[in-house]
């Protein structure tokens, strides 16, 4: 059940598939070179050595910060009114919002929220403290609520998805 | 600047996502509440988090179903890393980590788990195996001398009402032996897959299956003859050739287990 699990934290970083999948390889490459150091949980290893790959990779090719600033996640709306009133987004809605977030964000949004670790666990993977766990999901998840989620608010005209609503 | 909506502080924010982890001590979380009762403002920015949350948990539940592509399945299969320091135990634990989750669902436990020392005097019921621990079967165990030494198809009990029974024995992949065990006790089964290292023997899936009866929380119903089949896919990931016929069996067994038979 663990591959399946990486895979899900690798798309949560990359935002779409092909990266994804391309980054679990390197995951499992770098897994089956170096092992696992005792005592440690193999899921838990394998989402710190899949974001550390990710982030060499960010940081080699600066690839990804450019994907997060794609010009058309910024003119049409994140989702649409529709969707947001029922309740129901398809991943693919959800994915461009997650891509307004920094990858920190993202990391810690997909380790907490999706993959259910606590904050201390998530702290390890990342190697932060726990206090800085706690102020990036605060962060991400009121932007994922400003981006996803159809307040009543006067002051929507800030919002993205504002175009898709009445 | 954080909330755009409501124009809540940082703290705020993040009291509303620590509230939603659980993670306030008493107190805080009972003032918080307090707070949240009297602001009208402060309730639909954590319902706003709550929703967004929900969506994006949504979302992505569906990819641990998805088949893995095809390049990280080869990678498993692969030798190209058996002679370097990985232990075999990370390309088992590899191997089982890709089991589907719609399988993984009948497995009790996945990796690395071990049956408690409760097994060397009285068991007797399923309940009894405890596959929580942290270690590998204890060696003064009933269950480490059942799979030593008890050949494939001959049953040993364990107590008054539970039973083991080895299956078959075969090569790993890289080396050592793993053997499938099935467990009885009042028409419950469960099903095993345990393999040796360093004379240890470690359980790596448990698969528990009612007999006759509609399965519990955590269990799969299977009638008997297939009660095994989630385990089958473990097998295949591990086995290294077929399972060894008696005759063999027997030699490894008087060998100590020995990789290689002289």
């Known amino acids: 059940m663990a591959l399946p699990r990486v895979r899900r934290f690798a798309r949560g970083l990359t935002g779409n598939q092909a990266d994804a999948d391309d980054l679990l390889q390197s995951t499992v490459e770098r897994v089956l070179q170096r092992g696992v150091p005792e005592g440690v949980e193999l899921l838990k290893w394998m989402f710190k050595v899949c974001r550390n790959l990710h982030i060499d990779e960010i940081r080699s090719r600066q690839v990804r910060e450019r994907a997060a600033a794609r010009p058309e996640l910024a003119e049409e709306s994140v989702v649409s009114g529709e969707a947001v009133a029922i309740g129901e987004l398809s991943l693919r809605e959800v994915e461009r919002a997650m891509a307004l977030l920094s990858e920190e964000q993202r990391a810690v949004i997909s380790l907490v929220a999706v993959e259910g670790l606590s904050y201390r666990e998530a702290a390890e993977v990342m190697d932060i403290p726990i206090g800085t766990v706690m102020s990036r999901l605060a962060r991400a998840r009121a932007t994922l609520a400003d981006l996803l989620v159809d307040e009543q608010s006067e002051d929507s005209g800030t919002k993205l998805l504002e175009a898709g609503n009445d | 600047m954080i909330d755009r909506n409501s124009g809540l502080s940082h703290a705020d924010a993040e009291a509303l996502s620590a509230l939603m982890d659980g993670a306030l001590s008493d107190e805080e979380a009972r003032s918080l509440r307090e707070r949240l009762a009297r602001d009208p403002a402060l309730a639909a920015r954590l319902a706003a988090f709550e929703q967004a949350e929900e969506s994006v948990r949504d979302s992505?539940?569906?990819?641990?179903?998805?088949?893995?592509?095809?390049?990280?399945?080869?990678?498993?299969?692969?030798?190209?890393?058996?002679?370097?320091?990985?232990?075999?135990?990370?390309?088992?634990?590899?191997?089982?980590?890709?089991?589907?989750?719609?399988?993984?669902a009948g497995i009790a436990l996945a990796v690395g788990l071990t049956i408690g020392v409760s097994l060397d005097t009285s068991t007797d019921g399923l309940e009894d195996l405890d596959f929580a621990g942290g270690g590998a079967i204890a060696p003064a165990s009933v269950l480490h001398e059942v799979l030593e030494s008890v050949p494939s198809g001959e049953s040993r009990r364990l107590g008054t009402e539970l039973a083991a029974t080895p299956r078959f024995t075969f090569k790993a992949l890289g080396g050592g032996y793993c053997r499938q065990v099935g467990f009885s006790s009042a028409g419950r089964r469960a099903e095993t897959l345990a393999c040796r290292q360093q004379g240890v023997w470690h359980v790596e899936v448990a698969v528990f299956a009612a007999e006759g009866s509609p399965p519990a929380a955590g269990e799969i119903y299977r009638p008997a003859s297939r009660a095994a089949a989630p385990l089958d896919a473990v097998v295949d990931a591990l086995i290294d050739g077929s399972p060894l016929g008696a005759e063999l069996e027997s030699r490894v067994m008087e060998s100590g287990w020995a990789d290689t038979l002289e």
């Open chain 2, 60 to 104: 992505y539940a569906g990819i641990v179903d998805e088949p893995l592509p095809a390049a990280v399945l080869d990678l498993l299969e692969s030798d190209d890393h058996a002679d370097n320091i990985v232990p075999l135990r990370t390309r088992q634990q590899l191997r089982i980590a890709w089991i589907p989750s719609a399988i993984a």
